[in-house]
Nanobody, 114 residues
Framework: VQLQASGGGLVQAGGSLRLSCAAS????????MAWYRQAPGKQRELVAR???????NYLDSVKGRFTISRDNAGNTVTLQMNSLKAEDTAVYYC?????????WGQGTLVTVSS
């Protein structure tokens, strides 16, 4: 599976951004897609995940502010980020989990200025 992420950028605190991740290749094998992030000097952490069945889960610190969704074809996953905070600044990575592997997209930088 190949993943192409887009949508990062610079935004002021309180603002919004939308990240998109387009999957191609063996998309029929994808069980779940997710967004992770990694801030400077910190470990990569799971931000939000959506399963094939539509179940979602979120990092506690983004609940109520971020929403993960996907299109009907399951090709594109979107992360809508509202009420952004400086601590949301990180490189965000798209992730797809299949039966035997997981794939990563290139990171997209999100910078939130306070």
């Amino acid at each position: 599976v190949q993943l192409q992420a887009s949508g990062g950028g610079l935004v002021q605190a309180g603002g919004s951004l939308r990240l998109s991740c387009a999957a191609s290749g063996s998309i029929f094998s994808i069980n779940a897609m997710a967004w992770y992030r990694q801030a400077p000097g910190k470990q990569r952490e799971l931000v939000a995940r959506i399963t094939r069945g539509g179940s979602t889960n979120y990092l506690d610190s983004v609940k109520g502010r971020f929403t993960i969704s996907r299109d009907n074809a399951g090709n594109t996953v979107t992360l809508q980020m509202n009420s952004l905070k400086a601590e949301d600044t990180a490189v965000y990575y798209c992730n797809a989990v299949s039966i035997y592997r997981q794939d990563w997209g290139q990171g997209t930088l999100v910078t939130v200025s306070s």
